[in-house]
């Protein structure tokens, strides 16, 4: 199976600010890498699939990079609905692997 | 809309069945792969299994075959999930969810529903 490893698992920021969270794949993935966000008691929603396409709806400042192993999810100018927790997710392999998530806290 | 609404979750013992049931709306049920997905707190979140548009062709997680059936009802706008020989490691909420850029990325979710395998 396709391990997940994201970090950080947390991370502190404020409104305004800039913030990376980084996802890497333990072999090539090729661009077959999802992000998602959760907000808690809430079920997940698709922000980027394909590596960096920004699914509809989704604000210009979440954006998506990376290829082969190593990933990126950058969110700049971050808003109050922003802080929640953040997973990455592999569909190179079924079973379509997830990371354990980074949570975004103000 | 999409609208994903699933029912069937519960209190169950150890080595126990429970049938989740999800109703879709919004979207056109027989043109996508539908799948179950879990989230625990321990082990985050996992692709239980998804299915095919027609039913034809079904995918398991390793932890989960030979104990969970995944079906649909076209007819219905229905998916379910069969599950049998339940353990405490299956406690979880289950999500249903589409598919949209491949069969493994998941567009859009219901709310969830809590099974807790406990005795």
């Known amino acids: 199976d396709v391990q997940m490893t994201q970090s950080p698992s947390s991370l502190s920021a404020s409104e305004g600010e800039t913030v990376t969270i980084i996802c890497r794949a333990s072999q090539s993935i090729s661009s077959y890498l999802n992000w998602y966000k959760q907000k808690p008691g809430k079920a997940p929603e698709l922000l980027i699939y394909g590596a960096s396409t920004l699914e509809r709806g989704v604000p210009s400042r979440f954006s998506g990079s990376g290829s082969g192993t190593e990933f990126t999810l950058t969110i700049t100018s971050l808003q109050p609905e922003d802080f929640a927790t953040y997973y990455c997710q592999q569909t190179h392999r079924i079973p379509g692997s997830f990371g354990l998530g980074t949570r975004l806290d103000i | 809309e999409v609208q994903l609404v699933e029912s069937g979750g519960g209190l169950v013992h150890p080595g126990g069945s429970l049938r989740l049931s999800c109703v879709g709306s919004g979207f056109t049920f027989n043109s996508v792969w539908m799948s179950w997905v879990r989230q625990t707190p321990g082990k985050g979140l996992e692709l239980v299994a998804n299915?095919?548009?027609?039913?034809?062709?079904?995918n398991y997680a390793d932890p989960v075959r030979g104990r969970f059936i995944i079906s649909r009802d076209n007819a219905k706008n229905s998916l379910y999930l069969q599950m049998s020989g339940l353990t405490v490691d299956d406690t979880a909420i289950y999500y249903c969810?589409?598919?949209?850029?491949?069969?493994?990325?998941?567009?859009?979710w219901g709310q969830g529903t809590l099974v807790t395998v406990s005795s």
């Open positions: 299915i095919k548009e027609d039913g034809s062709d079904i």
């Open positions: 969810a589409t598919t949209g850029y491949d069969i493994l990325t998941l567009e859009s």
